[in-house]
């Protein structure tokens, strides 16, 4: 009954992150992908969620005119939030270990906002989760970055990965908006859809 009802939208997900692709899948929704390029830049005052919430619907807004009638397009964007601070995806490996650095001993939130958006509706949504970082050493930072290479992950980490098995001490929140997407919250907001 479930899957039949899902069945009457075409989820369109515009993101190359296999994480959330991956995600879709074992949510058992099924979909189709459809990427953009777009320049992720935002106004300097935009502080935490306002940021990925600015994001998400920047990346929703090219697909303007191009959604159908049973279209849900489905965008995202996930940032870690440190002191005030956006740590976004590393520009480097050098950039990544000292991202890595500020972590450690810290608890820091992770905040993805999701944009479903339809010809005749727009919703945003954000889920914040905060996560504490055990210390780690520089030779457990230079480890993970020479094995994993988290260089396309906002924070320079995967929780997911060796480094949250060995260096995440607490997490309140969502998990899986960690990995980068919060499935409860999206589930049921494309229950609104059906």
């Known amino acids: 009954m479930l899957k039949e009802k899902l069945n009457k939208i075409n989820i369109i997900l515009a993101s190359g992150s296999p994480r ?24 300097e005052h ?11 619907e920047l990346k929703a807004s090219a697909f303007e005119n191009e959604l159908e009638e049973n279209d849900v397009l489905v ?19 050098d950039d990544a270990f000292k991202m ?3 972590l450690a001993n ?24 905060k996560v ?10 230079r480890y993970y970055l020479d094995n994993y290479q988290p260089f396309d992950k906002a924070g320079s ?20 908006n960690v990995v980068g997407l919060p499935t409860e919250m999206l589930f049921q907001k494309l229950m609104n859809y059906v």
């Open 157 to 176: 980490y995967g929780i997911q990965d060796w480094i949250g098995l060995i260096g995440i001490s607490k997490i309140e929140g969502s998990y899986t």
């Open 46 to 56: 935009l502080q935490a969620e306002e940021i990925t919430n600015f994001l998400a």
């Open 20 to 43: 959330r692709q991956q995600f879709f899948k074992e949510m058992d929704l099924h979909y189709t992908i459809r990427l953009k390029e777009i320049e992720e830049i935002y106004p």
């Open 100 to 102: 890595l650095q500020q």
């Open 106 to 129: 810290q608890t820091h939130e992770v905040i993805t906002s999701v944009c479903l958006k339809s010809i005749v509706k727009t919703d945003v949504f954000h889920c914040v989760t």
């Open 75 to 93: 965008t995202s964007d996930t940032i870690v939030w440190l002191n005030g601070k956006a740590l976004g995806k590393p520009k480097d490996y």
């Open 132 to 141: 504490t970082f055990a210390n780690l050493s520089d030779e457990a930072i």
